[in-house]
C-alpha cells in the first residue's frame, strides 16, 4: 500500500485511545508508525477487541524510558522521524527528558503532538483525562439526554476520538507547513479542547446570546418537526428542516391540514407546541413500519431514516458498498474486521494492510534499522531495557 504519508515516519508513545487514535489515521494513510511500549506490554490486553483497533497498521517496539539507555534508543529513533506523538503529563516528559524541548535539537524537523486531558496549562494540566469525566466538563454532557433524566453520557467515546482526529488534522497541517519552512513545530490538543469544539451551534447559542441550552432529548432544539418518531414497528429520524419541507412532509404524511393548523404555522410555534404535533405525528406513522415511511418520506424530498443497532447499520446495503470493514489476519486471533477508512483517496488511497502488532514484535527490525547490532540487541534485552 501506497498511501499519501509513505515515507513518513511516527513514533507513538501514547496510550489509551486520543493518542493511538491519532497515530491510526496516520498509520492507514501510509505512515511507518511506530508503537512504543514498555518490555512485556503496557496496554493491556494486546488480542482484546479495542487493541485490534486501535493499532492495526504499526509496528511494535519495546523500550524501557526509565532507563537512560532507553531513553538513547528512542532519541536514535526520533533523529530522522517525522512525527512524534505523545499523551505525557508536562512533569512526566520533562522527567525523562523527553519534551519538545529536550528533542528539537535532534531534529530540528519533527513535529512533536501532544494529547491531554485539559490542555498543557491551566489549572488542571495535570490531571488524568477520561472521556467520560471531560464530557461532563465540556458541557456536551448537559445538552444530551432529556430535560427530567438530567445529563447523559454521548454512547462512543466522543472525546477521545475527536481529540484523536483534531491531532492529526493538526500533524497534517504541521507537515504541510513544514513543506515551506523546513521546521518542525509542537502540535497540542486536549480532550476538553476538542469536544469543546464539537459544541457547534450550540456553544454558538451560547456565546452570541448568553442562553444557556437545555437537553431537549431526541429532538432538535431549534426545529421541529426534528428527532426521533415511532412507526408501527420501530424508531426513525425525520428531519424537516424548511417551511417548504415541512409542506412536503405534511402531503407525503397525509396530514395536509396540519399547515393551516395555527398551533403549527410557523417553525417558533411547532417548536412551542411540540408535544402536541409529536403525537399526531406518532398516531399517523403507526399504521405502517418503519421502513415503508422511510421510502415515502425519502420519495417526498423529506430527509429520514431508520434508526439502527450496529447489526443493522453494518449490514445496511448502502454500508456494505462504502467498504466500511476490512479483514486483517492476526498470528494469534486469526482473522478479523475492523473498521475501514470514512474518508478515500481516488489515486493514493490508504487502507488495512497489517493485523494491530504483539507487544515487541518488530523490536528487532526496527533497531536494526537504527543502526543497532544483533550483539547490541541481544544486550539491550539482557538488561530489560527492549
Known sequence: MRGPLTNIKVIDLSRFRAGPTCARQLADWGADVIKVEQPGGDEGDHEGFDFLELHRNKRSITIDLKKEKGVEILKKLVADADVLIENYRPQVKQRLGISYDHLKDLNPRLIYCSISGFGQRGPYKDRPGYDQIVQGMSGIMSVTGFEDTGPIRVGSPVGDLSAGLYAAQGVLLAIIEREKSGQGQVVETSLLEALMGMLGFQAARYLVTGQVPPPVGNHHPLSAPMGVYQAGDGALNIAVGTEDMWGKFCRAMGLEELPDDPRFASRGKRIKNRPELNDIINKRLAEKGRMEWVEILNEA???????????????????????????????????????????????????????????????????????????EIAELRAQGIV
Open 301 to 375: 424530498g423529506v430527509p429520514c431514516g431508520p434508526i439502527y443497532n450496529l447489526a443493522e447499520a453494518f449490514n445496511d446495503p448502502n454500508t456494505r458498498q462504502l467498504d466500511l470493514v476490512a479483514e486483517v489476519d492476526h498470528p494469534t486471533v486469526g482473522k478479523y474486521s475492523v473498521l475501514g477508512l470514512p474518508a478515500k483517496l481516488s489515486r493514493t488511497p490508504g487502507g488495512v494492510h497489517s493485523p494491530a502488532p504483539l507487544a515487541g514484535q518488530h523490536t528487532e527490525d526496527i533497531l536494526k534499522e537504527a543502526d543497532y547490532s544483533l550483539d
